[in-house]
């Protein structure tokens, strides 16, 4: 599967320099993701807006970086040395239950920000503040976007 990264033509991105950068960029992302969310918690001023429900996306989400990058390329092919369980369709499985997990905090985290911090001005008031709708989406596509960055930006064929 060609990713953006192969169509570049530059030698910093061969080989452990390509799997170096495409972790790094994703530790970037996750780390800006929970930086968000952790900015939100630790406002006083803005508790009284913010439900302690709302970290759920972020932990399914986190889930599903885990899920969809426990998988290797190797195993979804069925090219891997050892089969696991249920072989190459048991991985596949997994990677669309963290594919799944991954969308829906996303959609998840819209959903909040909308309904909960956009729409809601007539029972909180114009003056209510949106920072938390919007830092618990920006958490939740952060998080998607490492999960993505992490899975497709590295090559596996040092290994194989």
């Not at 090219?79 to 996303?106: E, H, K, Q, Y």
């Not at 920072?131 to 040092?158: H, T």
Request: proline share 2%; with cysteine; hydrophobic share 50%.
């Amino acid at each position: 599967m060609p990713g953006i990264l192969d169509n570049l033509n530059c030698d910093c991105l061969e080989g452990d320099r390509r799997n170096s950068i495409a972790a790094a960029v994703a530790g970037f992302l996750f780390f800006t993701g929970w930086w968000i969310i952790i900015d939100v918690a630790a406002d006083t001023s803005l508790q009284k807006d913010f439900e302690n429900s709302y970290y759920t996306c972020g932990v399914l989400g986190t889930i599903a970086l885990f899920m969809i990058n426990a998988v290797s390329n190797g195993q979804l092919r069925g090219d891997a040395f050892t089969n696991g369980c249920m072989g190459p369709r048991g991985a596949r499985m997994w990677l669309f239950i963290g594919f799944v997990l991954g969308f829906g905090s996303v959609i998840a985290a819209g959903w909040i920000l909308f309904q909960g911090y956009v729409i809601s001005n007539a029972t909180h008031g114009p003056d209510a503040h949106k920072w938390p709708g919007v830092a618990v989406f920006l958490q939740n596509f952060f998080i998607f976007g490492s999960s993505l960055v992490y899975k497709f930006g590295r090559s596996e064929d040092l290994w194989g």
